[in-house]
């Protein structure tokens, strides 16, 4: 066994850097066009060209994404960045079209190329067909189980394989549907679609939170519950995948790399599932005799499943949607944030340091004197800055009791706190 690759989402520098300084062994980015994530900020050639500088800097891989599916009158551009790419210095392409696969090898046949999660490999002939074409690493459709998966990366020990381990889930995407197989374990991809979008449904369960409905010949059970929000619920995207509680059984599968979606979220949420699943994957590997990145610290109590998970309901706000096993184990295992879970949000990340014991800072969220708050150290450690201990000034130069968003000021603290650097996060 080996350690597996942690591959950390990249929408924008800001969420770049957070991968950088918590723990990420790759990231995958893109341009704003071709890369199935137009709403996130993406890079220019420029900015892509100081991106892998500063990645490569810290022994970061960049894997680029060229994963949508183009139309003939995309291909000049697409021409254009495979013209680049290779200069620029990216690892890898991350590609699910046959016509850019082609492209690819003729204008950049040196690059590596790995098969994005869209050409939804899920058998062993289909890993055979890849790899004959070049291509040096899968990526494992999510609707596969656990044995699934492990089977075919002990087959093909010659390939790299990459596991999805967290965020969004599509359960309906063109072709490829997944609402049968999830609500009734019938996969459309093989034919046995039951047409759930078409059912009817009542809500067999109600109160001012919940919803639960049941569907028409399997009364009695329920099919999907949905979190009631301020005027919208979810019901076609029930819950996000999590498996950090797994971490174990994901090592001993011996993939090359574990991957979190997410390339739309914000900063600091990249830099909090960073730094869980670095933690957590050190941890483990440790535990397996594997020597990790970053030797876990030592703590007065041991790290559990409980902590990791605690963490990443912090990552989101209320509602939150469930975490779920997707379809790695036969049951689905989901867990709902606990209804007396405070979320404790980023209220700022560290600017440079002005002084000792000051420090400029960039304001996220409205942060008050009056609160606790802790610095967001990697490895999941998290300094106390106690209230009445720690003051501002705010962008005027004038003393405040609170920071606002949008806006910079000076963090002031009176304990000395080890390893700060500039882009941690601090939470209040």
């Known amino acids: 066994m080996k350690i597996p690759e942690l591959l950390i989402p990249a929408g924008g520098r800001e969420q770049l850097d957070a991968a950088l300084i918590y723990g990420a062994d790759a990231v995958y980015l893109s341009g704003n066009e071709l890369s199935l994530r137009a709403k996130c900020d993406g890079f220019t050639i420029e900015q892509l060209r100081d991106a892998v500088k500063d990645a490569h800097a810290k022994n970061v891989r960049v894997y680029y994404c060229l994963n949508a599916m183009p139309y003939n009158k995309h291909l000049p551009e697409l021409e254009k960045m495979l013209e680049v790419l290779p200069d620029i210095g990216v690892d890898g392409l991350i590609i699910a079209d046959p016509g850019v696969m082609w492209l690819a090898k003729k204008m950049c046949p040196q690059m590596e190329i790995h098969l994005s999660t869209q050409a939804h490999s899920v058998n062993s002939a289909a890993v055979h067909f890849w790899k004959?074409?070049?291509?040096?690493?899968?990526?494992?459709?999510?609707?596969?189980?656990?044995?699934?998966?492990?089977?075919?990366?002990?087959?093909?020990?010659?390939?790299?394989?990459?596991?999805?381990?967290?965020?969004?889930?599509?359960?309906?995407?063109?072709?490829?549907?997944?609402?049968?197989?999830?609500?009734?374990?019938?996969?459309?991809?093989?034919?046995?679609?039951?047409?759930?979008?078409?059912?009817?449904?009542?809500?067999?369960?109600?109160?001012?939170?919940?919803?639960?409905?049941?569907?028409?010949?399997?009364?009695?059970?329920?099919?999907?519950d949905i979190e009631q929000g301020e005027d919208f619920s979810a019901i076609f995207a029930p819950s996000d995948l999590c498996l950090v509680r797994y971490m174990d059984d994901l090592i001993k599968m011996n993939p090359a790399s574990l991957k979190l979606e997410g390339r739309t979220k914000s900063p600091s949420y990249v830099a909090q599932v960073t730094d869980v699943y670095r933690t957590a994957?050190?941890?483990?590997?440790?535990?397996?005799?594997?020597?990790?990145?970053?030797?876990?610290?030592?703590?007065?109590?041991?790290?559990?499943?409980?902590?990791f998970m605690d963490e990443l309901f912090n990552t989101g706000s209320r509602p939150f949607r469930p975490l779920s096993t997707g379809f790695f184990f036969p049951d689905r295992i989901e867990e709902k944030v606990p209804d007396d879970y405070t979320v404790r949000p980023v209220v700022a990340v560290l600017g440079d340091e002005v002084k000792k014991g000051t420090w400029e800072v960039k304001v996220r969220g409205t942060w008050k004197s009056e609160?606790?708050?802790?610095?967001?150290?990697?490895?999941?450690?998290?300094?106390?800055?106690?209230?009445?201990?720690?003051?501002?000034?705010?962008?005027?130069?004038?003393?405040?009791?609170?920071?606002?968003?949008g806006l910079s000021g000076l963090l002031h603290f009176e304990d000395e706190i080890e390893n700060l650097q500039k882009g941690l996060y601090i939470r209040a």
């Open 132 to 224: 004959e074409q070049g291509v040096s690493r899968i990526n494992l459709a999510r609707e596969l189980g656990k044995e699934d998966m492990s089977a075919l990366i002990k087959e093909f020990p010659e390939m790299e394989f990459e596991i999805f381990i967290h965020g969004a889930m599509c359960l309906a995407l063109s072709g490829h549907c997944l609402m049968s197989a999830w609500v009734n374990k019938r996969p459309a991809n093989l034919g046995q679609c039951t047409q759930p979008c078409r059912f009817d449904y009542r809500g067999s369960k109600f109160s001012d939170i919940r919803l639960s409905v049941e569907e028409t010949l399997r009364q009695g059970s329920d099919c999907w």
């Open 281 to 307: 994957i050190d941890f483990y590997a440790q535990k397996n005799n594997i020597t990790p990145k970053t030797p876990p610290v030592p703590r007065e109590q041991e790290l559990t499943p409980q902590d």
């Open 371 to 405: 609160k606790d708050a802790s610095v967001l150290m990697p490895g999941m450690l998290r300094p106390l800055l106690q209230k009445g201990r720690y003051s501002f000034t705010n962008h005027q130069g004038v003393h405040a009791d609170a920071l606002h968003p």
